[in-house]
């Protein structure tokens, strides 16, 4: 096809079997999308594709994602917010009628198959990546996780557990939880069973927390190693969760302990130490 279509953020080139996207990296532009660059989607990873109006005089045209074809998706499991879609395209709504002409040329290639896809068709983002959590500093090299402990921020349970290299091929998948949402986390999934805990006393998973963790570095981090995971060989599948007991008085003491210290010493601020302090107080 080789037409384009410029949006607010994006432009779509589409040819006869993928949609190039192209995100801009103006500064209203979402962080995703500037981390992302561009994005190559084979017309076999879409399912369908929606034209809707949208809000104060746009349209959004959007790709339907096939399910279990795009590392970045499986690995959101649906939490991105709609302005973070990286197959929402947002266009003034006076392009309506070029819309409309794009989304029929698209339908038009699409195959009927909407089953879920059995690999990984959209490429994920390249290693070697990186970002901070509020606990430790994650890396991935392509072929093993490892997980440095932040003393500021991790649990004794992960002190204690010293620093992880987990490769690939011993994990089972991913499991992503927003950095935007209360609960937010990466955890990586083992083939052998570890035990159940929370994500901030597992030594196979760092918490995120405010300014830590962003969605943009964490995201494509996950996405990365899920797709590595896959590619290692076929998924076993995670244990099945167990409630977890509530956690032990005597290491939220301790923390507190070592979160009045930091206090008292000058590295953390009179507001960060009622944040985290209230947070420890709370968990009991």
């Given at each position: 096809?080789?037409?384009?279509?410029?949006?607010?953020?994006?432009?779509?080139?589409?040819e006869?079997?993928?949609?190039?996207?192209?995100?801009?990296?103006?500064?209203?532009?979402?962080?995703?999308?500037?981390?992302?660059?561009?994005?190559?989607?084979?017309?076999?990873?879409?399912?369908?594709?929606?034209?809707?109006?949208?809000?104060?005089?746009t349209?959004v045209?959007?790709?339907?994602?096939?399910?279990?074809?795009?590392?970045?998706?499986?690995?959101?499991?649906g939490?991105?917010?709609?302005?973070?879609?990286?197959?929402?395209?947002?266009?003034?709504?006076?392009?309506?009628?070029?819309?409309?002409?794009?989304?029929?040329?698209?339908?038009?290639?699409l195959?009927?198959?909407?089953?879920?896809?059995?690999?990984?068709?959209?490429?994920?983002?390249?290693?070697p990546l990186?970002?901070?959590?509020?606990?430790?500093?994650?890396?991935?090299?392509?072929?093993?996780?490892?997980?440095?402990?932040?003393?500021?921020?991790?649990?004794?349970?992960?002190w204690?557990?010293?620093?992880?290299?987990?490769?690939?091929?011993?994990?089972?998948?991913?499991?992503?939880?927003?950095?935007?949402?209360?609960?937010?986390?990466?955890?990586?999934?083992?083939?052998?069973?570890?035990g159940?805990?929370?994500?901030?006393q597992?030594?196979?998973?760092?918490?995120?927390?405010?300014?830590?963790?962003?969605?943009?570095?964490?995201?494509?981090?996950?996405?990365?190693?899920l797709?590595?995971?896959?590619?290692?060989?076929?998924?076993v599948?995670?244990?099945?969760?167990?409630?977890?007991?509530?956690?032990?008085?005597?290491?939220?003491?301790?923390?507190?302990?070592?979160?009045?210290?930091?206090?008292?010493?000058?590295?953390?601020?009179?507001?960060?130490?009622?944040?985290?302090?209230?947070?420890?107080?709370a968990?009991?």
């Amino acid at each position: 096809m080789g037409d384009v279509l410029a949006g607010f953020h994006a432009a779509w080139e589409f040819e006869s079997d993928s949609v190039l996207i192209r995100f801009e990296r103006g500064i209203r532009t979402p962080k995703l999308f500037q981390a992302l660059g561009e994005r190559r989607i084979p017309l076999e990873a879409i399912t369908g594709v929606t034209l809707s109006p949208g809000k104060r005089g746009t349209i959004v045209l959007r790709a339907l994602p096939r399910p279990g074809a795009d590392p970045l998706m499986e690995a959101a499991a649906g939490q991105l917010k709609e302005t973070c879609d990286p197959y929402r395209l947002v266009l003034p709504a006076d392009r309506q009628p070029f819309a409309e002409t794009y989304a029929d040329k698209l339908r038009s290639l699409l195959t009927e198959d909407t089953a879920p896809a059995e690999r990984f068709l959209v490429p994920p983002p390249e290693a070697p990546l990186q970002f901070k959590a509020y606990d430790g500093k994650a890396s991935f090299n392509g072929k093993a996780v490892s997980f440095r402990w932040f003393w500021t921020g991790a649990s004794s349970a992960k002190w204690k557990a010293g620093d992880q290299i987990f490769p690939v091929t011993g994990l089972s998948g991913v499991e992503w939880r927003s950095p935007e949402a209360i609960e937010g986390h990466l955890r990586l999934l083992r083939r052998e069973p570890a035990g159940a805990a929370q994500p901030d006393q597992d030594p196979a998973a760092v918490v995120f927390g405010r300014g830590y963790g962003p969605v943009h570095e964490s995201l494509p981090f996950a996405a990365a190693v899920l797709a590595a995971v896959r590619c290692a060989g076929p998924a076993v599948p995670a244990p099945a969760a167990v409630p977890t007991a509530r956690r032990d008085p005597a290491d939220i003491a301790e923390r507190i302990r070592h979160l009045g210290e930091l206090h008292k010493a000058g590295l953390v601020t009179d507001e960060e130490f009622s944040t985290k302090k209230a947070e420890l107080l709370a968990e009991l």
